[in-house]
């Protein structure tokens, strides 16, 4: 696929490992450049272009993590999950009443 200039959605989909929905919609919306091709408006993306929106997602999520850090102050999973039960209230079991 690599030695192609153009690919498919259906390439990108792959390659993200997301769906073709998924897919449509980033290109629809702009974050990846794409052009439509032909009579019938096929939709190609550019290998290179794949490639720069790539790197500009490791881009956000680095400022993402950078700005976000897992610390002390934020919960693990095991805490999040108790924490959501908490605040669910009282389960079936503790508010069922015996008949």
Partial sequence: MADRRFLLLSD??????????????????GDLPAVKIGGRGQWRVEHSKLEEYIARMYDQTRR????????????????LAHDELDRD????EETSRPE
Avoid: C, M, W
């Avoid at 990108?12 to 919306?29: C, D, F, G, K």
């Avoid at 993402?64 to 805490?79: A, S």
């Fill in 12 to 29: 990108v989909s792959e390659i993200l490992n997301i769906s073709s929905a998924q897919t449509y919609a980033l290109v629809r919306n």
């Fill in 89 to 92: 209230g009282p389960s079936r």
């Fill in 64 to 79: 993402f993590v950078e700005k976000h850090p897992l610390g002390r102050d934020e919960f693990g999973p095991d805490e």
